[in-house]
């Protein structure tokens, strides 16, 4: 039972710790939102001389990126603003946008990485180049507005959730209105979790309690363990010799007599007895403890009788005795 608590100790600080650290860290990440709980960040200035800038996939680059943003309860915000004002933000699936931007001019996200500050944006170029004779110009055949393929569109601002990325791969596209080539767009993304809240009191709560039950498991004291021997009675002497003890009742604690007995002596009563000076005698002899013996002095014999008469007649009583007046004869 000892081996068995202790292994269950372990385990639960095993689990309570980690437990404890993720809270923490939650807790931590919790602190740098908003008012309305949702987190900010505001990406660099993403120019381009085509037409459009595209995240092909964007559900590759969340789970590449930042995975936390894939998780349920949560919802993404894309706002855009270009020099001239609200810019177009699309969502479709990957093979339309690429079937209507083929021929024309763009730019791809290749990589956003997390840094301290402005989200840096790493954008490769995709399609003809602008100079390329045949290239659709502003106003053409690239006007985002009425394209039948979007599944989510806006101007300024897009929100969408991860249950609108599951299937089909799925393009977020970012254009001017018009379609004009030369794109220079801010960005700036916002990111709600519904879940981080409920997350960081459950893995705290569940952290304390682990810890909590691991370290009354592991620092309870152990109780003392009898030990029973059931053996056949002509066993009994080799188990005694094997425990080194002369008898199994010397395998108990043995509690100390806190005042030894009295030596006493039995000496023989009637006709044999032995006369007063050989019983002081026995006495002195047994009382070796004390130096000398305490020897009380005998009392006179004293005859007393309240028998009248006197039991003795013949003793003469004594004759009264006249006693003179106070004041003597007066003449």
Do not use: K, N, Y
Not at 276 to 286: E, G, L, V, Y
């Amino acid at each position: 039972m000892r081996f068995v608590r202790m292994i269950a100790g372990v385990l639960l600080l095993v689990v309570g710790i980690p437990a404890l650290f993720a809270g923490g860290g939650l807790w931590l990440v919790t602190r740098h939102a908003d008012p309305g709980g949702s987190f900010a960040a505001r990406f660099e200035t993403v120019r381009t001389p085509g037409h459009a800038v595209v995240i092909t996939d964007l559900d590759r680059l969340l789970r590449q990126e930042a995975p936390f943003a894939r998780t349920a309860q949560t919802r993404l915000r894309l706002d855009a603003h270009t020099t001239g004002g609200p810019a177009f933000v699309g969502l479709a699936p990957t093979a339309e946008v690429r079937g209507w931007l083929e021929a024309v001019p763009h730019a791809t996200v290749r990589r956003v990485a997390l840094a301290r500050g402005p989200l840096p944006v790493r954008l490769d170029p995709a399609g003809p180049a602008t100079d390329t004779p045949g290239a659709a110009t502003a106003g053409g055949p690239v006007t985002p507005l009425g394209r039948p393929f979007w599944v989510r569109e806006g101007i300024g601002s897009l929100e969408w959730s991860a249950d609108d990325l599951a299937g089909e791969p799925m393009s977020l596209v970012v254009m001017r209105p018009d379609g004009a080539a030369d794109v220079a767009v801010e960005l700036r993304a916002e990111l709600r979790a519904g879940w981080t809240g409920p997350a960081t009191w459950g893995l705290l709560t569940v952290g304390v309690l682990l810890v909590v039950c691991a370290v009354l498991l592991l620092l309870r004291p152990l109780r003392p363990r009898e030990v029973i021997f059931v053996v056949e009675p002509d066993q009994v002497p080799v188990l005694a010799g094997r425990l080194g003890v002369t008898s199994l009742s010397g395998l108990g604690p043995r509690q100390p007599d806190p005042t030894p007995p009295l030596p006493v002596q039995l000496l023989p009563a009637g006709a044999g007895a032995p006369s007063r000076s050989a019983i002081a005698a026995a006495r002195a002899a047994t009382l070796a403890d004390l130096d000398e013996p305490v020897r009380l002095p005998r009392p006179p014999e004293v005859r007393l009788s309240l028998a009248w008469p006197p039991a003795d007649p013949d003793e003469p009583t004594a004759r009264p005795v006249a006693v003179p007046p106070v004041g003597g004869p007066t003449g």
